[in-house]
């Protein structure tokens, strides 16, 4: 059965797999297990929300049987057999309100495929459109896609790996689907209806569909693709009718820009920049004050150093003759320094301030050690904040 995977999925399975371990490894150790808490309270919340889920098909499907929609219900267990699931998942038919789309759920160790009644009604007259369809759903339960999601979440999210890995599992049910059609053509025809619709389906030239295919390989078609969770339709056709056709290449410079957008799942590319947007905001939001800052303590911090002269002068002269020293000149210190700092001297209170080319000021005041030598004592100007004051003035 190692045939009905898409050569990519076990591999990207893999690193998203360490990547997302990793990601919740530093998490928690970082956070000193706290992270264990969300997610216990993101299971707590999958819980509720997939109760509600299954609720709603349990209560408002109709589930196939032996007795209810017998016909029906032959082609899924055949298919089950075909893909040599020994334990059948539970199988509702629910109506799509014109939906065309079937999906499998889970829900505390119970498996589920749902075909939408819309599905079911277009391929009334396909020789097995309907077991593409369930062949699909069954190959994400037998491949265990809906398990470990939480695991890789953090993952799932980087540029390219998450879509591609999400692109993978879905080859990889296509290719669940076609095993259980008796003809490639048939599969890629049911495939084609998401496309042509209910009707027009049965009067689609297959060949043709399939060379449409081409068209993936412009920039944008390759750019969107390369941001979302679905190969396009044309390439999912073209990888049933022929599995080991060469695929069709992409434009390379789409990867260099789909490397700045998060994987968005179905909300597709769009949603995708919003989301880069969002983080370069959240981002900027803090780098930026963080780096002014930065910025400030590295001018305040310079100007500490470079006017250590001057603090030494005046309180020499203090501690000689007792008295405060009229002027910065009286006692031979400069007023303006080489990188520019001007130093403005206070002999009311012997209050030295020193501000910068940028206009950071830093404010020394004197005082007396026990041995009634001076110390000065240094606070921020108008407008620092206590980050940016040097290490010096918080000792």
């Known amino acids: 059965m190692n045939e009905l995977v898409y050569p990519r999925e076990r591999t990207l399975g893999a690193i998203t797999l360490v990547l997302g371990l990793l990601f919740w490894l530093v998490l928690i150790v970082g956070t000193l297990g706290i992270a264990l808490l969300l997610l216990l309270a993101g299971f707590v919340l999958y819980l509720f929300a997939q109760s509600t889920l299954i609720a709603h098909i349990k209560g408002n499907g109709v589930e196939l049987s032996e007795r209810q929609f017998p016909e029906l219900y032959a082609q899924f267990a055949a298919c089950c057999d075909r893909l040599e699931i020994r334990t059948r998942p539970e199988a509702y038919i629910l109506n799509g309100n014109g939906g065309l ?5 889970k829900f505390l160790g119970t498996q589920f495929v749902v075909l939408f009644s819309d599905v079911v009604d277009a391929m009334d007259q396909h020789p097995d459109g309907v077991r593409f369809y369930i062949g699909h759903e069954l190959g994400h339960l037998r491949m265990k ?3 470990g ?3 890789r979440w953090p993952a799932l999210w980087l540029p390219l790996i998450g879509a591609a890995y999400a692109r993978a599992k879905e080859s990889t049910c296509d290719r669940h689907g076609l095993a259980c059609s008796s003809t490639p053509d048939n599969a890629a025809r049911a495939l084609a209806a998401l496309s ?6 049965k009067d689609l030239d297959v060949a043709a569909y399939v060379r449409q295919a081409d068209h993936a390989s412009g920039f944008w078609m390759s750019f ?3 941001t979302t ?9 073209a990888r049933v009718v022929d599995t080991n056709a060469a695929p069709v290449s992409r434009n390379p410079f789409a990867y260099v820009l789909a490397v700045f957008v998060p994987y968005a799942g179905r909300m597709g590319a769009g949603f995708g920049m919003l989301m880069s947007v969002y983080i370069v905001g959240v981002l900027a939001a803090v780098a930026i004050p963080a780096y002014n800052d930065y910025m400030h ?3 305040l911090a310079g100007a500490m150093v470079n006017s250590i002269s001057a603090r030494m002068a005046l309180g020499s002269y203090y501690d000689a003759n007792q008295a405060i020293p009229a002027s910065l000149e009286s006692v031979g210190a400069a007023s303006v320094l080489a990188d520019g700092t001007q130093l403005s001297f206070d002999p009311k209170g012997m209050v030295l301030t020193v501000t910068t080319r940028q206009n950071n000021q830093l404010i020394f005041t004197p005082a007396k050690d026990e041995a009634g030598h001076i110390i000065w004592t240094c606070a921020g100007g108008e407008g620092i904040t206590a980050k940016q004051l040097p290490r010096e003035c918080h000792n």
């Open 101 to 105: 789309n079937a999906f499998a759920t």
């Open 145 to 147: 896609h809906l398990s």
């Open 149 to 151: 999601h939480l695991v």
């Open 196 to 201: 042509a619709g209910v009707q027009r389906w």
């Open 224 to 226: 969107h693709e390369l």
């Open 229 to 237: 969770g679905y190969p396009w339709l044309t390439k999912r056709a």
């Open 297 to 299: 303590k590295a001018q």
